[in-house]
């Protein structure tokens, strides 16, 4: 794994590196101001009690690790909801970093913020790339800790270089979690990261994370790009898209009364 200390440290050697692994880390790109500023915005975003409903489209759900309790998990979108989270998702700092491994201008596509809260489930092994015909295959995930990224907290592992199998789940739009023999004989690598780092990886590279055992949340910013090459400006028309099949997907379940707010 590259770890650098400066954005700008974005060279053909880690470009390279990434290209082979399909992760780069990069130390340190902001201040102790600038994370806590979104983490204030995270607490203010999260008192908005009026959005966190079972029925709204934007929320995200996550049951307890030990009695299953469903508790509420994640905002999806979150920039609409926040200036300064915006800001941050279209810093140019993040720009200037995916668009040297694109090797062309890259475009903010998808936006959550994830409070995984204590005692909150993982997520199993699985690929972040969408099976729809309109999901950009240039697709890449930045983590932006909010809070310390930690063994305890579970923080996401990745398994570098197997991104390079493509889209291991079928091409039918729906989320697939991957067998276990997918990264057989292969390390993980867990982004134990601190507020102002981030985290880049390819759309395909296989990722987990286990159970938050602490008592803390551990927030972070999950901000997906695609080279512009790739479709362009398209964030608000996933969304459409995405909102549509999320209403599709709960009908199949008996429930008709969602909304996005």
């Given at each position: ?137 240039s697709f890449v995930t930045v983590l932006i800790p909010i809070d310390p990224a930690t063994d305890e907290n579970g923080a996401t592992e990745v398994f570098p270089g197997l991104h390079k199998q493509g889209y291991l789940s ?38 987990r994370s286990a159970a938050n055992q602490s008592n803390a949340w551990r927030r972070q910013l999950y901000l997906s790009y695609n ?35």
């Amino acid at each position: 794994m590259l770890t650098q200390t400066k954005s700008s440290a974005v060279d053909e050697h880690t470009i390279q590196i990434y290209r082979a692994t399909g992760l780069s880390v990069v130390r340190g790109v902001f201040s102790i101001d600038e994370i806590a500023a979104v983490s204030e915005e995270a607490n203010r975003v999260l008192g908005l009690s009026e959005l966190i409903d079972i029925n709204n489209l934007r929320c995200r759900w996550q049951n307890h690790h030990q009695t299953e309790e469903c508790r509420f998990d994640c905002f999806d979108p979150i920039i609409d909801l926040s200036a300064p989270i915006e800001r941050m998702a279209r810093d140019r700092r993040i720009l200037e970093i995916v668009s040297a491994l694109y090797g062309e201008e890259a475009c903010l596509f998808k936006d959550k913020l994830i409070y995984k809260p204590p005692g909150a489930k993982g997520y199993g092994l699985h690929q972040d790339y969408i099976g729809w015909e309109s999901f950009p295959r240039s697709f890449v995930t930045v983590l932006i800790p909010i809070d310390p990224a930690t063994d305890e907290n579970g923080a996401t592992e990745v398994f570098p270089g197997l991104h390079k199998q493509g889209y291991l789940s079928a091409m039918d739009g729906d989320y697939h979690e991957l067998p276990l023999s997918v990264v057989e004989g292969t390390t993980g690598i867990r982004l134990c990261l601190e507020p102002g780092d981030l985290a880049v990886f390819d759309g395909m590279i296989p990722h987990r994370s286990a159970a938050n055992q602490s008592n803390a949340w551990r927030r972070q910013l999950y901000l997906s790009y695609n080279a512009k090459s790739d479709g362009g400006e398209q964030r608000d028309a996933h969304y459409r898209e995405f909102h549509t099949w999320l209403k599709q997907k709960y009908a199949e379940y008996g429930k008709h009364d969602t909304y996005y707010k």
